[in-house]
């Protein structure tokens, strides 16, 4: 991968090949498109129609298998849930061509990387675990958009076999999106993703659940307004997808767990004691943190 950026007459990626072209495989090559970055992309998946749909959109130059995306591309984007990401590299092993990067987009990388290591063996150092903080609940090839790695943090946990110039090369390919780049560990990646994403889909999801199963649900939705549609937003995210990150770092995700419920038992606590002081004091708190924050990234 690193000699193929370095020819000068070359587009960066000679030819990508995307497993999962939905939205977050869809908008990586939809980025690297729109960056003049990539020359052919090969898009790999389970449904025929899909496929189809992301060559109509000019997501995708041609479909291929796993066999033939091992052999022909310079680099191997897995945009699968991360369960199936093990499957997937022992199937890309046997063809896989000695130049080629794999990385992926997956959303925990403790797991990724034990599955990595076990699948590709000696192979390991051409893949580069990653993860773009970024995406919708929409779903499918139609939900692609170059710009949505803009300004985003993509965090890479490279591995010790890595090759300086294989991650220099990852790192241009990523900055081409126009995303920012960060490096840490696998294990500290899990943890604070847990906090920060993991278990706010698990709490939107629960309490969405609550609702939707209610006696009264059809009127209760019928009465919400915006702050229940912004809570519940992320709840409509694939099932398969959230699945598999709630299972591959359960451990980090119950520790969160623990110190939430700590959180609401003081919160409830304050309400039944009718503590207006304690609850003015812990609302004060959450929404200045959640301004500063706003104010700082850019988001409100």
């Known amino acids: 991968m690193a000699d193929a950026a370095a020819e000068p007459n070359r587009p960066l990626v000679p030819v990508l090949a995307v497993v999962g072209v939905g939205l977050i495989g869809g908008s990586f090559a939809a980025a690297l498109r729109a960056s003049q970055s990539v ?19 000019g997501i995708i130059d041609a479909t291929a298998t796993l066999e033939q995306a091992a052999q022909e591309a310079d680099l191997i984007f897995l945009a699968t849930p991360v369960g199936a990401i093990g499957p997937t590299l022992k199937a890309l ?42 995406g919708a609940e929409k779903t499918g090839p139609e939900a692609a958009d170059p710009n949505l790695y803009r300004q985003r943090n993509v965090v890479l946990t490279p591995l010790e076999e890595n090759s300086a110039a294989d991650k220099a090369a990852l790192r241009r390919i990523w900055e081409c999106c126009g995303a920012r ?53 992320i709840a409509a995210g694939s099932p ?48 200045l943190a959640r301004r500063f924050w706003g104010s700082r990234s850019g988001l409100s």
Request: no cysteine; net charge neutral; charged share 20%.
């Open 39 to 57: 020359g052919k992309v090969l898009g790999v998946g389970r449904n025929a129609s899909s496929l189809a749909v992301a060559r109509r959109l």
């Open 181 to 233: 780049v960060i490096s840490m560990e696998p294990e500290a990646h899990d943890a604070a993703l847990a906090s920060v994403s993991h278990v706010p889909h698990f709490l939107s999801s629960v309490f969405m659940w609550q609702v939707a199963t209610a006696a009264d649900s059809d009127l209760r939705m019928t009465l919400a307004g915006s702050g229940f549609r912004d809570f519940t937003r």
């Open 93 to 134: 092993k046997p063809g896989l061509r000695p130049s080629a990067l794999i990385t992926d987009a997956g959303s925990t990388k403790v797991n990724v990387v034990a599955a990595a290591r076990d699948a590709l063996g000696a192979s390991i150092s051409q893949f580069i675990p990653g993860h773009p903080i970024a």
């Open 240 to 287: 398969e997808v959230w699945r598999d990150i709630f299972l591959t770092n359960r451990p980090a995700i119950l520790a969160e767990l623990h110190e939430v419920k700590a959180a609401l038992e003081r919160a409830e606590l304050a309400l039944q004691s009718g503590d207006g002081k304690e609850l003015q004091d812990f609302l004060e708190r959450a929404a």
